[in-house]
Each structure stands twice: as structure tokens, then as C-alpha cells.
């Protein structure tokens, strides 16, 4: 049971990030009307078909009128500004736009479903599977404010009969994300024939390519029969940093050498995470899955980012 596409009204805030961009792609190119906010208009080839708004979301006025105007049926909430700064002002910052803009929405009538990025994070745990029916306790500012977020608005849609899917999203990479992240800085070491030096190695998380990730969402704005809750995005299972060198060494070099130098150099360092997302729920309401092996994504990222 899916929705047409066709003209359907879709807002999208933090449009310009490493998951709005493709998103707002993919909605446009199946024939949504897509509405995009961002502090910085992109130019790219399905623009035409994109309502840009350059807005600052502390800023009610500055998109109020045109997104009244535009009466989405269904906002997708991805901004977060300046990560990796999880400081108490940042995060409290944060917290206060997302909930303006929020409430802002939720008073439009058209609008009958609220997606949101969260984050692996606000499980708190370190090692083992991370389930969607956790109870999460915040560990510090981020998270804390993240939880803040879908406690008020999971209160709210229930009283509006708003349909909301919080998507909790695990370590998603690939083409376009920000230089500074794991699996980018690595490839830029090997394309100079080196290593980073990594202290914590034997550290294990759950890797997810962003296709897969836009295509869950595509999944839950199509879905007619959506419910509301948490949906975990990951593929199931966790790999090593270790083991993320290596792919990405026999991918560039077509050697292991400098992981196996690595590996030898930190051999007495500890892993103090192994986690990983519980998927099942996720794959069954939203009859989606994972499709991109870690070797291939990694081969994809790579493929772009030498294109630089």
C-alpha cells in the first residue's frame, strides 16, 4: 500500500546536508513536490523541480509564510546544526529550533506524517544489538536534547493523529559526507599511500550506506500504512575499524600492508564498543532492507571521492 508520488507534498528541512541532498533528489526525480529549507541554496540538475528556501530555522519568519503557503502533507526533519559539536549550547540550540519548527508544522492541516533523523546514539550502549523497544537514558547533551525532541513530539502527533517515524540512524556513510568522518579521512590517507593512525582500532559499530538510508525514508513518505514509532536504520551487523581499513587498503592499493602495520602497532589497545542495530522491526514495516555490502560502498565512496 503506497502513496502516488505524484505531486506529493513533501517538506524537507536541513535539505542541503549529506541526507537531505540525495533525498531531495530522489523525491523530485519520482515526481514529489519537494519544498527544501537550508542555510545554503544548491544548484543541481532536479533544482527545477525543488522549491528552495534559504531560511534559518531560529528564525520563525524566515519560512513561515512559504511553508504555510506550500501546505506540505509531509515534513521530513533533518536538520542539526554544526555536528560534531554535541556541546549544552549547540545542542540546546538545537533543541529550541526543532521545536518551533515542529509545533510550527504540526498546526498545518495538510500535514499528516513527521519523519525525523535521530541517532544511534540516544541507545547509550556500547556493545551488543540495540533494539527499536530500548528504553533509551540520555548520556550527555545531544542525546539528551535528541530525547527531549521524541518525547514532546511523540505527545503531540498522538494528539493530532500525526503519523511519526523516528528514524534512529547508525554510522552512515558514503559519497558527500563530511571530510572529517572516519571512512573519508581514511581514504584520504591511503590516496597518499598511508594510514591514519587510529587509536582505538578493535572499536566496532554499525556501518550503513546512505542509499540505503535514503531509501528507507523514500519507503516510510510512500507508505500508506506506516505507524508511528522508532525505526532503526543500520545493516544488522557491526564491523571493525580495522576490518574498514582493510576493505578500503585492497580497494585503493590492492594491499593490506599498512592495515596489518596498524594492526601490529595497536595490538595491545582495547575495543570498547561492539554495537549494532536491531533491524527486524524496521525491515518489516517498512518491507525494507539493506542492500549495499560494506566492500561496495566503500568501492562507491572511493569512486567519488577520486573524482575530487
Not at 505524484?6 to 515526481?31: M, Q, R, T
Not at 502527533?157 to 556513510?173: D, H, M, P
Not at 600492508?257 to 564498543?273: I, M, P, V, W
Request: with cysteine.
Amino acid at each position: 500500500q503506497t502513496l502516488s508520488v505524484n505531486n506529493l507534498k513533501v517538506l524537507i528541512s536541513g535539505a542541503s546536508g549529506f541526507i537531505g541532498l540525495p533525498l531531495v533528489e530522489k523525491l523530485s526525480e519520482s515526481g514529489c513536490e519537494v519544498m527544501a529549507l537550508s542555510r545554503t541554496c544548491i544548484e543541481t540538475e532536479t533544482t527545477s523541480k525543488v522549491q528552495w528556501l534559504k531560511v534559518d530555522l531560529s528564525l520563525l519568519e524566515s519560512y513561515r509564510e512559504e511553508v504555510k503557503a506550500f501546505s506540505p502533507e509531509i515534513v521530513v526533519h533533518l536538520s542539526w546544526q554544526d555536528i560534531p559539536d554535541f556541546s549544552f549550547d549547540t545542542s540546546i540550540m538545537n533543541l529550541n529550533q526543532s521545536l518551533e519548527f515542529l509545533a510550527f508544522v504540526l498546526e498545518i492541516e495538510s500535514c499528516n506524517k513527521i519523519l525525523i533523523s535521530g541517532s544511534c546514539l540516544e541507545y547509550n550502549k556500547a556493545q551488543g544489538e540495540c533494539k527499536e523497544s530500548d528504553v533509551c537514558s540520555p548520556k550527555d547533551h545531544f542525546t539528551w536534547a535528541k530525547n527531549s525532541i521524541y518525547s514532546w513530539l511523540s505527545m503531540r502527533c498522538a494528539q493530532k493523529e500525526v503519523v511519526l517515524g523516528w528514524f534512529r540512524i547508525f554510522y552512515v556513510y558514503g559519497p558527500g559526507q563530511r571530510p572529517g568522518s572516519l571512512v573519508p579521512t581514511i581514504l584520504s590517507s591511503l590516496k597518499n599511500n598511508e594510514l591514519p593512525y587510529l587509536r582505538t582500532p578493535k572499536n566496532a559499530n554499525d556501518y550503513i550506506f546512505i542509499d540505503d538510508v535514503i531509501d528507507a525514508f523514500y519507503a516510510a513518505i510512500i507508505s500508506k500504512k506506516i505507524s508511528s514509532g522508532i525505526y532503526n536504520l543500520g545493516s544488522g551487523t557491526s564491523t571493525t575499524v580495522l576490518d574498514i581499513c582493510r576493505y578500503a587498503e585492497q580497494i585503493i592499493l590492492g594491499t593490506d600492508l599498512h592495515t596489518q602495520q596498524l594492526e601490529r602497532e595497536t595490538k595491545n589497545s582495547t575495543a570498547d564498543t561492539n554495537f549494532w542495530a536491531g533491524i527486524d522491526a524496521t525491515k518489516k514495516k517498512l518491507d525494507w532492507s539493506p542492500k549495499i555490502a560494506l566492500e561496495s560502498g566503500i568501492k562507491r565512496t572511493w569512486n567519488d571521492f577520486n573524482k575530487l
